[in-house]
T-cell receptor
């Protein structure tokens, strides 16, 4: 079974520029999450999708961050314009619709550096 | 306001000994807890979980203990191996299906040969 795929792995931009990250979850996983992990901190949820609907985006800075999940599969997270404090690893995760361990399957992450 | 705390940023143990990683939470509505392990440049991977209806769950060398009254859980690794060296995150949620998991800041475990 293929894991959660993310790209790009690394991105360096200057402040006020824009960036987009892509995520392809595990096939059949209805729930998709975007987390932000700042160095030295735990992952913080930005947005959660159930199929192509938003379940929770309460911690998404909507003035600069946007995310979409077209057709309930792939997802894109965009930042425009970027700030220095957006430097972090952006982790995508997905989970099965079946109750079980409740495990989230994470991708390798996209590391963003804003200069 | 940190709802999930891991007060030890780092921990070093000798190979073969026990590693004990601690986690405290403040939200009494949390009823499901997971531990994740993260190696550098990789995403977190699931290790073990526990529901609030239990006080212990064991999987091989890994055991998680939950003390609901103290809002405290711990992960025991016995015996510790050098390959266990990683950052360990505690995560909590209300329910185990499609719920928002809140992560702690992590503890970096170093197992010395």
């Amino acid at each position: 079974e293929a894991g959660v795929a993310q790209s790009p792995r690394y991105k360096i931009i200057e402040k006020r520029q824009s960036v987009a990250f892509w995520c392809n979850p595990i096939s059949g996983h209805a729930t998709l999450y975007w987390y932000q992990q700042i160095l030295g901190q735990g992952p913080k949820l930005l947005i959660q999708f159930q199929n192509n609907g938003v379940v929770d985006d309460s911690q998404l800075p909507k003035d600069r961050f946007s995310a979409e999940r077209l057709k309930g599969v792939d997802s894109t997270l965009k930042i425009q314009p970027a700030k220095l404090e957006d430097s972090a690893v952006y982790l995508c995760a997905s989970s099965t619709p079946d109750p079980g361990t409740g495990e989230l399957f994470f991708g390798e992450g996209s590391r963003l550096t804003v200069l | 306001d940190q709802q999930v705390k891991q007060n030890s940023p780092s921990l070093s143990v000798q190979e073969g000994r026990i590693s004990i990683l601690n986690c405290d939470y403040t939200n009494s509505m949390f009823d499901y807890f997971l531990w994740y392990k993260k190696y550098p440049a990789e995403g977190p991977t699931f290790l073990i979980s526990i529901s609030s209806i239990k006080d212990k769950n064991e999987d091989g060398r890994f055991t998680v203990f939950l003390n609901k009254s103290a809002k405290h859980l711990s992960l025991h690794i016995v015996p510790s191996q050098p390959g266990d060296s990683a950052v360990y995150f505690c995560a909590a949620s209300e329910g185990n299906y499609g719920q928002n998991f809140v992560f702690g800041p992590g503890t970096r475990l170093s197992v010395l040969p």
